[in-house]
């Protein structure tokens, strides 16, 4: 247990100037944003999600995934709370980017907010630590992800309320545990981990606080106190019990582990994955949408070794200063970062060796790592005195600021576009597959077949078991003409993963394309029972048939497409020479197998 430090006071006074400058210039650093599109899974989640477009699918959000409008996505997030977030700018935007991005800079500018109240809590009263505080986190670079991508929003939500329940618990322990202000906590638990699963560690974060801040009540009520915060401690306990019922309900488990790294590898990887937080939050420099991944595989020097002794380093770091400032501060932040930081070690173990590191995961740990620099900040400038001191602390914390400013708005340029994010992805992680594979997919939306097909390509060499880099790079040489190299792509593909939809149609018309018919109506036949009456499936098997001289059969599927679909203009002309073929033999053709 930490030793004994008295509860801090709460702060004095209305919000003043600073604080509401502070929030006008954080707006300006991100106005740019206003003016951006949709991004990465903005598509699939907003304008092609029909769960968010009509009241009727409210109840939903409580009992299936986030993804439950997309086939093959892997059921590991329950965020009814994010879902309902989706629906209610929807109804007021529709799916008008600007909307959109501007509540979720306004999401950010409440958690600035919230960050300063927490910080006037817990730092020292004199200067300007609060607010350097606050301005640390308002225009950290590292941030950008969550406040500029749409889909990211979910972090500044679940951290408004994770925070606000925070704050809330502490105003409710200071009145003798005061039902309004304790229910009116546990109400915001609640909607954050109904937002963001992360939030769930906020227990473990009011046990921290209580262990270095504990109580000091008198000897005679030491343990009816005791007992009064323990009884408190079950509230939230049984909240995250019921929440984990109904996650466990909606995604059929808790959680579905779909990374094919080694579990005992990943595990052994966590030092470096700490390592890599601390350095995208110290040095924003490099900083992109994906990121290459070093695992450990035993006992190594640089993912092992080096981020261990980091690690040890800054725990004694924290545990010196606290010694030495006769504060628990240090520790209650080491420790806020640790418990917040957690969820991320717990999805870089079960997601996707190419996503399991993200910018957006430090939003909620950054709040100890922007409390600790004010901290650092007061102690440094507490040893001057006099009017010199007050203008130069103040300058050098519009210097820092201002920095900071310049680096996160040159940083949410890259999130303008799919092709600017995608770039960049590639640039900073060269050797992510999924970073090659969605730049692949812009160029072949901007029909730039030869950009697709040498990232699709370069995917493919950096793991060659990949399905989704084959399809990709099967994809981009069809477009291109290399037909038999898009079906070897296909069917090495076939092997390593269950059909896709597509996968089974552009096989069939590769196979077309290079004179093997037979093979190519056998695809697309598996493809049509695997998924009835998909478009364009009809029409390529009547051009096989065509070819095979079935005239008639050929009419019967253009026949089909053209009842489904009659808006195929490609249908329309293939069934109008198939008319011609028939009419000039006569009478209708027979199959020629």
């Known amino acids: 247990m930490c030793p004994k430090s008295r509860s801090v006071a709460l702060p004095q006074g209305k919000t003043q100037w600073p604080i509401v400058a502070l929030l006008v210039f954080t707006a300006l650093a991100y106005i740019a944003t206003l003016r951006f599109g949709y991004v990465y899974d903005d598509v699939l989640q907003i304008e092609n999600n029909p769960r968010i477009k009509s009241v009727d699918y409210l109840p939903s959000y409580f009992t299936k995934q ?21 629906w209610l700018n929807f109804e007021v935007f529709g799916t008008s980017p600007g909307g959109w991005h501007f509540t979720s800079l306004l999401m950010h500018l409440a958690v600035v907010w919230l960050v300063y109240v927490l910080a006037r809590r817990l730092l020292p009263s004199d200067g300007i630590s609060a607010y350097v505080a606050a ?19 979910t972090e500044s939500l679940s951290a408004a309320a994770f925070l606000g329940s925070f704050l809330l618990y502490l105003r409710a322990r200071e009145q003798d545990w005061a039902a309004k202000w304790l229910v009116a906590s546990l109400a915001l638990y609640l909607c954050a981990v109904l937002t963001k699963e992360s939030a769930v560690v906020l227990p ?9 801040y504990p109580f000091q009540p008198a000897v005679a009520g030491e343990k009816l106190a005791w007992k009064k915060w323990l009884t408190v401690l079950a509230a939230y306990a049984g909240l995250t019990a019921v929440y984990f019922l109904a996650r466990a309900y909606a995604l059929h488990g808790l959680a579905h ?9 990943a595990v052994l990887s966590w030092p470096w994955v700490l390592y890599f937080y601390l350095s995208q939050l110290l040095a924003p420099f490099a900083l992109g949408p994906f990121y290459d991944v070093q695992f450990a595989r035993g006992f190594d020097f640089g993912t092992l070794v080096v981020p261990v002794l980091v690690v040890v380093l800054c725990v004694a770091g924290l545990w010196f200063w606290s010694r030495k400032a006769k504060s628990n501060l ?20 079960v997601m996707s060796r190419y996503e399991n590191v993200h910018d957006r995961y430090t939003y909620l740990p950054s709040v100890a790592f922007a409390i600790l620099i004010g901290a650092g900040w007061s102690a440094f400038f507490r040893r001057r005195s006099g009017a010199q001191k007050t203008r130069l602390e103040i300058a050098a914390a519009a210097g820092l600021l201002l920095a900071l400013a310049g680096l996160t708005y040159r940083q949410s340029l890259y999130w303008a576009d799919d092709q600017t994010l995608f770039a960049r992805g590639c640039a900073v992680a060269p050797n992510n597959v999924l970073a090659r594979l969605n730049f692949a997919s812009e160029m072949v939306k901007q029909h730039r077949f030869e950009a697709a097909f040498e990232s699709a390509n370069r995917a493919v060499q950096l793991d060659p078991n990949s399905a989704l880099a084959l399809n990709s790079a099967a994809e981009s040489a069809y477009f291109l003409g290399k037909y038999a190299l898009a079906e070897d792509y296909y069917q090495r593909a076939l092997v390593l993963a269950p059909p896709r ?6 096989l069939g018309l590769a196979r077309i394309a290079t004179g093997n018919y037979h093979e190519a109506l056998a695809a697309l036949q598996q493809g049509q029972a695997l998924w009835p009456d998909s478009p364009g499936y009809h029409g390529a098997m009547g051009n096989a048939l065509g070819h095979l001289g079935d005239w008639q059969a050929a009419r019967d599927e253009y026949t089909k497409e053209l009842a489904l ?3 195929s203009p490609g249908a329309a002309k293939a069934m109008a020479m198939v008319e011609q073929h028939l009419a000039s033999a006569g009478s209708p053709a027979t199959a020629h197998h």
């Open 135 to 153: 301005g640390i986190f308002a225009l950290h670079p590292a941030h950008v992800e969550a406040v500029t991508w749409i889909s990211g929003a």
């Open 565 to 567: 679909y009659p808006n």
């Open 257 to 265: 582990r779909i990374s094919d790294v080694p579990v005992w590898s």
């Open 330 to 349: 240090p520790l209650f932040m080491g420790a806020w970062f640790v418990l917040t930081i957690s969820p991320a070690l717990a999805s870089f173990v």
């Open 204 to 212: 473990a974060v009011l046990v921290a606080y209580e262990l270095c």
């Open 501 to 506: 939809v597509d996968q089974l149609f552009y």
């Open 66 to 86: 986030v993804w439950a409008q997309a086939q093959g996505q892997p059921a590991n997030l329950y965020r009814p709370l994010f879902l309902t977030w989706l």
